[in-house]
T-cell receptor, first 114, second 114 residues
Framework: DAGITQSPRHKVTETGTPVTLRCHQT?????MYWYRQDPGHGLRLIHY???????DKGEVSDGYSVSRSKTEDFLLTLESATSSQTSVYFC?????????????FGPGTRLLVL | AQSVSQHNHHVILSEAASLELGCNYS??????LFWYVQYPGQHLQLLLK??????LVKGIKGFEAEFIKSKFSFNLRKPSVQWSDTAEYFC????????????FGSGTRLQVQP
């Protein structure tokens, strides 16, 4: 398995509170991604990063922000959590030019917003 | 924008039955194609991938997939399923548009009965 950890693994929070999820990798891969998984939708891209301090939006970025100050860490922040953000969040990594840019996934964070 | 369709949402098979899961994508250019599997409570794992060359791709655990460019399809097959194949299967596409993120289908839940 790729060296990807996510923290926390489970979180329950209340509507309106900020939440930060962390993805940490030990593979020194340049690209990192945040997806959310919801029944009937598969995985949808929230944000991704192509280098330190270089990030871009995905298809469901509203209400989320990200930061990447080090190669190994990619943070996802829910600025003011809503019940619609209850989901399972997966981080992924890839390295352009290696293994044809296969993405490897972390174990996921299950978030419940009450 | 690219999209991925998985028409079988829930498939129930008996052990030793043959499996074929459909995947169609919409993008006219060069694509990389993937199948991921998610066992209950676990993260996504790569099953197989297609980048170029032989359109028949073999993956782990006896799975294979065939890329048919004219049909924009990448169907997953296994000649004889086992109870341990019970999982959710996701098809994903990475179109060579600059963004290196994956677009996922909505997933197919496979239930194999002993």
């Amino acid at each position: 398995d790729a060296g990807i950890t996510q923290s926390p693994r489970h979180k329950v929070t209340e509507t309106g509170t900020p939440v930060t999820l962390r993805c940490h990798q030990t593979e020194n891969h340049r690209y990192m991604y945040w997806y959310r998984q919801d029944p009937g939708h598969g995985l949808r891209l929230i944000h991704y990063s192509y280098g330190v301090k270089d990030t871009d939006k995905g298809e469901v970025s509203d209400g989320y922000s990200v930061s990447r100050s080090k190669t190994e860490d990619f943070l996802l922040t829910l600025e003011s959590a809503t019940s619609s953000q209850t989901s399972v969040y997966f981080c992924a990594i890839s390295e352009p030019g290696q293994k044809a840019e296969t993405q490897y996934f972390g174990p996921g964070t299950r978030l419940l917003v009450l | 924008a690219q999209s991925v369709s998985q028409h079988n949402h829930h498939v129930i098979l008996s052990e030793a039955a043959s499996l074929e899961l459909g995947c169609n994508y919409s993008y006219g250019g060069t694509v990389n194609l993937f199948w991921y599997v998610q066992y209950p409570g676990q993260h996504l794992q790569l099953l197989l991938k297609y980048f170029s060359g032989d359109p028949l791709v073999k993956g782990i655990k006896g799975f294979e997939a065939e890329f048919i460019k004219s049909k924009f399809s990448f169907n997953l097959r296994k000649p004889s399923v086992q109870w341990s194949d019970t999982a959710e299967y996701f098809c994903a596409v990475n179109a060579w548009t600059g963004r290196r993120a994956l677009t996922f289908g909505s997933g197919t839940r496979l239930q194999v009965q002993p």
